[in-house]
């Protein structure tokens, strides 16, 4: 079993997974900017006839980086976990990560991911054929609730029951997806009554976002998603934070070359222009509205219809504008 055993004063970093954009490729461009503690995959979904798909034997047996990464599994029936858990046992990963917090319509409409939380006594038969039954590491990422924070000391009182090696807590409601407050407190709460790490999630935007965070829950760690995808830089910055040394700003220069990063992703699909600007922009639009909010870069990176107008876009902003200007 691996334990969160952090460094005195070192802050644990995890990246949440967020579908279709924390990649192995992404996942390598993090690894070059300045690695997480940990990774954890895109779900994979599980099912009677699911099987381990190319993108997560391509992430465990390619990736650059060799911090821990865990395999997030989604789906409501204890026996396929355990089918796809003994299958996942021929391949080197570090542990497994429940789903029961993905808030998306779609996904709980099958009573799998953040519908869980309606259904304890499921997670429950989860947790324990997979403890009783592989040598995995489990740990869970959840919401506070499904309607209401009300619900999450109940939802504390059965995770408690199991033997997990953390639990990742987004502090939203299911209901609340992402525009609901954060309710950081929830993390406090979780803190005192779990007998395992407890790692934040939540709108944690920045370095001192999460030293602040973490003084303010006593949690265990951060998991960080989208603050990922607009600055790969933040999980080298969080140590650079604590490590009271100088903190990395990329500059804009810095920005267009992840730009042309973002380019080079491999696909085995002939994409069409339309296509492949689709895929960057899932990237740019994130990064413009964290370098420009209140400008017009953001509006015109939504507009772009082709690759070209796209890099000529970030080149003039990043580089005619923006080079050597330092973008936070």
């Not at 689709?278 to 017009?296: E, H, M, Q, R, T």
Request: some cysteine; proline content about 5%; aromatic content about 8%.
């Amino acid at each position: 079993m691996y334990t969160i055993d952090q460094p005195q004063g070192k802050i644990f970093t995890s990246l949440a997974p967020m579908r279709g954009l924390t990649t192995r490729h992404f996942m390598d461009i993090l690894y070059d900017y300045g690695d997480p503690d940990e990774y954890i995959s895109e779900f994979l979904r599980v099912h009677q006839t699911a099987t381990i798909s190319e993108d997560i034997v391509d992430l465990i047996e390619n990736r650059k980086s060799m911090a821990i990464l865990s395999i997030q599994l989604l789906g409501k029936e204890p026996e396929h976990f355990l089918r796809i858990a003994k299958i996942l046992q021929n391949y080197k990963i570090k542990s497994i990560n429940l789903n029961c917090g993905c808030p998306m319509p779609k996904i709980g409409k099958k009573g799998v991911g953040g519908s869980l939380l309606t259904d304890l006594n499921t997670l429950d038969a989860i947790i324990s054929t997979m403890s009783d039954n592989t040598n995995f590491p489990i740990s869970v990422k959840t919401r506070i609730g499904y309607k209401s924070p009300q619900e999450f000391d109940i939802i504390l009182s059965h995770l408690a029951r199991h033997r997990l090696s953390a639990v990742y807590v987004h502090a939203r409601t299911v209901k609340g997806m992402y525009g609901e407050p954060v309710d950081f407190e929830c993390i406090s709460i979780a803190k005192a009554a779990l007998n395992c790490p407890v790692i934040a999630n939540g709108d944690i935007k920045t370095a001192q976002e999460a030293v602040n965070v973490i003084r303010r829950t006593n949690a265990d760690g951060v998991m960080i998603g989208r603050a990922a995808i607009s600055n790969p830089w933040i999980f080298r910055q969080i140590a650079e934070l604590t490590d009271k040394t100088k903190i990395f700003i990329p500059t804009g220069e810095d920005y267009f070359n992840l730009i042309e990063k973002l380019q080079n992703f491999p696909t085995k699909l002939a994409l069409t222009d339309l296509q492949k600007t689709s895929a960057i922009k899932k990237y740019a639009i994130p990064i413009a509205d964290f370098v420009d909010p209140l400008g017009n870069f953001p509006h015109y990176i939504r507009r772009t219809t082709t690759l070209r107008d796209l890099t000529d876009m970030c080149k003039n902003f990043f580089i005619k504008k923006c080079r050597n200007r330092h973008m936070m």
